[in-house]
């Protein structure tokens, strides 16, 4: 299975503050269509997980675009420009590239 | 609005059986894929099982693989998940998700239903 590592574990933020969640991935995520199916989802206190980030870079409906996402073949990178609270929780990336799906551990973002 | 709303958990025995659904509405059940994921409490998330949109693909993780199945009724656009032989580790929220079949990403997800296998 691909192996989705995930840094740091947690974050202590600010609101207003920037921050970035590294996601790196065992084996390269670009399927033979040319495309990279790295994704990223939040989960909220208590909550289910919700899409954020689709195909690396792509805003899921609804999302602020204080949220970006980069990167390409084992190396992804989410970013949350200017936190607000209610982008505190669980940053998971996944990826649907190879089967099995596989998620990374998580990021748990928090007030500072 | 989609919406998946998942029932059927509870507490269960080792070795013992338990059946959950997934309740889709909001959009056209059966034009989409759709798949159990779990998260253990505590844990992140664990991919269990998906199913296309008309049963024809279906597929399993290892950890589940002949003991659960996964099946759908899309007239009662309802999504289920048999879950036979369960251990201590089968236990988690279990969460169903629908599957972007354009960008193959889990789009939409339910509530979750706590399962919770003990003696």
């Known amino acids: 299975d691909v192996v989705m590592t995930q840094t740091p574990p947690s974050l202590s933020v600010a609101i207003g503050q920037s921050v970035s969640i590294s996601c790196k991935s065992s084996?390269?995520?670009?399927?033979?269509?040319?495309?990279?199916?790295l994704h990223w989802l939040l989960q909220s206190p208590g909550r289910s997980p919700k899409r954020l980030i689709y195909q690396v870079s792509n805003l899921g409906s609804g999302v602020p675009d204080r949220f970006s996402g980069t990167g390409s073949q084992k190396d992804f990178t989410l970013k949350i420009s200017r936190v607000e609270a209610e982008d505190l929780g669980v940053y998971y990336c996944?990826?649907?590239?190879?089967?099995?799906?596989?998620f990374g551990a998580g990021t748990k973002l928090e007030l500072k | 609005e989609v919406q998946l709303v998942e029932s059927g958990g509870g507490l269960v025995q080792p070795g013992r059986s338990l059946k959950l659904s997934c309740l889709a509405s909001?959009?056209?059940?059966?034009?989409?894929?759709m798949n159990w994921i779990r998260q253990a409490p505590g844990k992140g998330l664990e991919w269990v099982a998906s199913i296309s949109s008309s049963s024809s693909y279906i597929y399993y993780a290892d950890t589940v693989k002949g003991r659960f199945t996964i099946s759908r009724d899309n007239a009662k656009n309802t999504l289920y998940l048999q879950m036979t032989s369960l251990r201590s580790e089968d236990t988690a929220l279990y969460y169903c998700?629908?599957?972007?079949?354009?960008?193959?990403?889990?789009?939409?997800w339910g509530q979750g239903v706590m399962v919770t296998v003990s003696s």
């Open positions: 996944a990826q649907t590239t190879h089967f099995p799906p596989t």
């Open positions: 998700a629908r599957e972007d079949g354009y960008n193959y990403d889990f789009d939409y």
């Open positions: 909001g959009f056209t059940f059966s034009n989409y894929g």
């Open positions: 084996q390269s995520l670009v399927y033979s269509d040319g495309k990279t199916y």
